[in-house]
């Protein structure tokens, strides 16, 4: 079958012939619909990312929208390596599949499922543990994920956005959908004194972390506090990309003087179960266009041309060709 083939790391995927997947029990045959060029598929290919195998070649890919034999359209995912959802056809887990409603675009669902849960989940969870969200703070919301976790925000009756990021385009764009934002110029001590400006003496209950690194050791710097009353903040730190970098150093003091938990949300620590019950409510917003999604499109077989596209807050997704 024709693939996305991705011979060593670091290097781009090729058009070409690859054996077809073996189907084992429990798992169904289906083929291509669509499927999303997400950061993690570039991480794993990469082998940069904890959950990637490491052997090369390999079809990258970590789920897509495919048609079963029935010819019915499902969201689905967890494929064996070496196989990936850039290919023609793929083996996957019969309980890994969930029907697209009518008037769900595949593409839509392709392109911002992924990004689009590692922000809804958390906020889900946060917003049905505290009642409401309150102040969301958004690290790298120049990104796909950080303009989807805007929308959700809104859509889960947060007060106030704020958004850190570089792009000051991206930044206009984040405002429109209702986040205040704050450019991220590399002067840390600048850039915590406009974050302070922005939470204006409010702790947000949630941050949602895409950058770590630098990002993450802004706002620490921002969210730091003087003095020895109890806080009466609640924050809950979700750290879920390193698009910065992998590595941030953590104040002590933070640690101590603030009601903060911080966590990861990601492959492995996320709860599949929780995954799955959030991934029919997800498509389903994007059915009804409660979330601006926005994608472009490239046949299988101008794979190294969708991988060299610059991303620019939106979603490279492969289809059929």
Known sequence: MKAAIVKAPDVAPEYGDFAEPVVDEGYELVEL??????????????????????????????????????????????????YGTLAERMAVPTAIRVPLPPGADPVHVAGGLNPGLSSWLPLN????????????????????????????????????????????ERLQHAAKLGAKTVALTGER??????????????????????????????????????????DSANIAYVQIGAMAGPEAAVPAALLRSRHIRISGSGAGSASIADVMAQIPVYIQLIADHKVEVPTRTYPLSSISEAWAAPASGTRTVIVPG
Do not use: C
């Open 33 to 82: 619909v669509a499927a999303g060029i997400h950061n993690v598929v570039r991480s794993l290919a990469a082998g940069r990312h904890y959950g990637s195998p490491g052997k090369w070649p390999q079809i990258p890919g970590v789920d897509a929208v495919a048609r079963t034999p029935a010819g019915d359209p499902i969201f689905t995912g967890f494929i064996q390596p070496p």
């Open 125 to 168: 969870a946060r917003a049905a543990e505290v009642g409401e969200l309150g102040t969301v703070l958004i690290l790298g919301v120049t990104g796909m994920a950080g303009s989807l976790a805007v929308q959700h925000a809104r859509i889960l009756g947060a007060t106030r956005v704020v958004g850190l990021g570089r792009s000051l």
């Open 189 to 230: 001590d600048a850039d915590a004194a406009a974050l302070v400006d922005a939470l204006d003496g409010t702790a947000p209950s949630i941050v949602l972390d895409f950058l770590w690194a630098a990002g993450a050791e802004t706002a620490f710097a921002a969210l730091g506090r003087r003095g020895f009353e109890e």
